[in-house]
């Protein structure tokens, strides 16, 4: 690879020859608008804001995807430029609804209202023309169980579309129509829930307006607070506590474990509780079924199922595979029949009198905790899902000063949790924390070997380990994203061989799921953020006292007094699952 | 090239997509194939083009609601087309085309129940000489007036019962 000199209003620059205007313009602190363009992910030049002059060239053209060459000498800003990008605006404001405030994504987050203000576009000469467009043009908005569309919000920048089709591979939506009847939507104009879309809420992530947004369940959650005769319950992912505290101003990757805890104290829970600690659980009942199916011939690979996303994924594209997937609930669902079970027989309080609610990284778990086979005795395990954006709304609602409230702790017994738990929320996590309990059970001692190196990090999308306990040589995969899921299912199909297989939806894992607060494309271009929430985690994990599942003592306390045996019949009754083929859907 | 036979019709979709399942871009020439086929675009039709060829449904839909060539509704017998050309606009056309309308009790772009007539308004036809001009299936009828509308649909009528 080459470097070229480029000039950028006057300023030489010396840049790797792979390098687009935009990308050359940021290493001189020259800040190029854009609005379609996320990198890696949707590169097509279509929203016309980053057009600059070329030396030499009629015209403008997009930065965001014109390569450099040497000598090469740029404008980014002159009259004409500075028109054209302000014209392009009103029109996309034309036929824009101005709601922004009653519009989740206003609260610094909507990049259109952000650009419009950089460009100090503040009127549209169109406005006339808008009440007629968007009168005619309104569209359904389109509410499911975990994913909620309103086209009208939508500025057509095909984010969206890319992340579906090309990131995740699943394709659930698309351009359709044409010109101004373009919308972003679904095979026949279904609703999302009547789809292939498996909830993930990738594009809610990538979207740049407040188009795409969590279907909302924190008015149930408040309706079950201020019952009188509700016990509610709260449990939070493990992801959460990486990602929250950037809703409140703080660096990405701050872990703001305690004083979540308090501020769901504080929102009037009856106990906090740690899905870490269902994470636990769920290594016990996993890593025991990864040994009966290794050792009894069943089959392999095993492949994980805490991640909903994936599981759905799985049924609608992989249904030969289902008997691959591991039987065991979530963590958050057989934490949830763990409190409905045993902790309400404990504590003398009536089951059905007790509202469990999620704080997940995810939107494809509000789908999740909906699913019918996801209850014990007609009980829920789970009855409110809210993403992490959602808590943060909630906090700030009545008035919580976050970062100034002290540090709280979980609720005993479902909130002890060891390191293993906590390094669920990332790409290799759940595979390491099975593979430190399996260790231990087959060697039949404590192992020294805590660090599965091989199973980290983002970089490559797919990894593969050799490890080998005992007598056994375990080849275990990681894949995160469902592209890298995809390809991996192709090779296991292909007479690949594994063992073990751990599967998250999310490109990065839970860290990066699509309920976590919204990183804008400035930021997301730029900065890796989902290294900085990962490595919270990696850091927790060190500084815990145990990081073993199977050290855990409330867990150890459960299956003496409760469950009996890991992968026992009281443990499959209330914490192991089935699927179903989705293939014709 | 449309056929009655359901379970024919089948086959043939079932061998056009086995003849471009590897080639890149067949999405389209498929569609055009299955819509000789069928006359139009069912959404089992795309269902079965999308799992064929690999391509997702939603964008199988994206592309057939891209382009005014391909139709999603079933077509009747006979496909009215009204020219909305500007020849044709500025001798009446949006009159023809609201008798029709009322005539055959559908909107543009529907079919009457009993399968037999469907209405569509296109662009120019290149007829502007003839203007304002409809056309039923292959037959153009030209310098037309709302009243000569009832004797088209009459003459359709008749030759059906």
């Known amino acids: 690879m080459g470097k070229v000199h480029v000039t950028i209003d006057g300023i030489q620059v010396y840049v790797p020859d792979d390098y687009t205007i935009l990308e050359a313009a940021k290493e001189i602190n020259i800040h190029i608008p854009t609005l379609c363009f996320l990198k890696d992910v949707s590169e097509i030049g279509c929203c016309r804001m980053c057009l600059v002059q070329i030396k030499g060239k009629k015209g403008l053209e997009a930065a965001c995807v014109h390569p450099v060459y040497d000598g090469m000498e740029v404008r980014t800003h002159s009259p004409e430029i500075i028109k054209v990008r302000k014209k392009n605006m009103e029109l996309i404001l034309s036929n824009h609804p101005a709601i922004c405030q009653s519009c989740t994504r206003s609260d610094s987050h909507c990049e259109l209202q952000a650009l419009a203000n950089m460009l100090d576009v503040h009127f549209s000469n169109y406005k006339k023309y808008q009440e007629t467009v968007n009168q005619n043009a309104a569209v359904d908005m389109d509410d499911g169980i975990s994913i909620q569309r309103d086209p009208n919000r939508c500025v057509l920048c095909r984010r969206c579309i890319s992340i579906c089709n090309n990131i995740q591979t699943v394709g659930a939506i698309s351009a359709i129509n044409r010109g101004f009847n373009t919308i972003i939507g679904t095979a026949g104009n279904r609703g999302l829930d009547d789809t292939v879309c498996v909830s993930c809420g990738q594009c809610i992530n990538v979207c740049p307006t407040g188009a795409l947004q969590e279907h909302r369940d924190i008015d149930s959650v408040w309706d079950a607070l201020y019952d009188e005769d509700k016990y509610v319950v709260v449990q939070t992912a493990p992801a959460v506590r990486a990602a929250l505290g950037e809703e409140f101003g703080n660096p990405i990757g701050t872990d703001v474990t305690g004083k979540m805890v308090t501020a769901l104290r504080m929102l009037g829970f009856d106990k906090v509780f740690d899905t870490n600690t269902g994470a636990d659980l769920t290594i016990m009942e996993e890593g025991t079924e990864l040994i009966d199916r290794i050792r009894g011939g069943g089959v392999l690979p095993l492949i994980t199922s805490c991640s909903p996303g994936w599981v759905k994924f799985c049924e609608h594209n992989f249904p030969e595979m289902i008997p691959n997937l591991s039987t065991c609930k979530s963590p958050h669902e057989m934490l949830g029949a763990i409190i409905k079970s045993y902790y309400a027989e404990k504590n003398g309080i009536d089951p059905d009198k007790i509202v469990v609610v999620s704080v997940m990284p995810c939107t494809a778990k509000k789908f999740e905790s909906q699913r019918p086979e996801l209850a014990v005795d007609g009980r829920a395990d789970v009855d409110f899902v809210v993403t992490t954006r959602e808590l943060a709304r909630m906090i700030k609602s009545i008035g919580i000063d976050f970062n100034a409230i002290a540090d709280g702790k979980f609720d005993d017994p479902l909130g002890q949790s060891t390191g293993a738990g906590l390094i669920f929320g990332t790409t290799g996590g759940v595979m390491e924390a099975a593979l430190r309990t399996v260790a231990d059970i087959i060697n039949g001692v404590s192992s020294d070997s805590i660090d599965y190196m091989e199973v980290r990090g983002l970089e490559d999308g797919i990894k593969v380990a050799e490890v080998k306990i005992a007598d056994l040589n375990i080849r275990a995969a990681v894949a995160h994203g469902l592209g890298n899921a995809r390809k991996l299912m192709e090779r296991v199909k292909a007479g690949e061989h594994f063992d073990f297989i751990e599967i998250m939806a999310c490109p990065g894992g839970c860290i990066n799921g699509g309920g976590q607060p919204l990183q804008v494309s400035d930021v997301r271009n730029w900065v890796d953020f989902k290294e900085k929430r990962a490595k919270a985690l990696y850091k927790g994990d060190r500084e815990k006292f145990i990081r073993k599942s199977h050290n855990n003592p409330a867990i150890k306390k459960l299956y003496k007094e409760y469950l009996g045996m890991a992968g026992g019949m009281k443990a499959h009754k209330l914490l192991h699952t089935h699927y179903v083929n989705r293939k014709d859907d | ?161």
């Open chain 2, 1 to 161: 090239m449309c056929c009655e036979n359901e379970a024919l019709m089948e086959e043939m979709l079932a061998k056009v997509i086995e003849e471009h399942k590897d080639m890149p871009g067949a999405l389209i020439p498929v569609l055009h194939e299955a819509q000789g086929i069928y006359g139009y675009l069912p959404e089992e039709v795309m269902k079965k083009i999308s799992d064929g060829l690999g391509v997702p449904v939603a964008k199988v839909y994206g592309v057939a609601t891209f382009y005014s060539q391909f139709s999603l509704t079933k077509k009747g017998k006979y496909r009215i087309n009204v020219c909305m050309g500007t020849a044709c606009y500025v001798k009446g056309s949006a009159d023809i085309l609201n008798k029709l309308k009322e005539r055959l009790a559908i909107e543009v772009g529907e079919c009457t129940e009993d399968g037999k007539f469907s209405l569509d308004a296109c662009r120019c036809i290149g007829a502007c000489g003839l203007a304002p001009v409809i056309t039923v299936n292959d037959e153009v009828y030209g310098r037309l007036t709302e009243a000569d509308i009832d004797d088209i649909i009459d003459k359709y009528e008749a030759m059906e019962a």
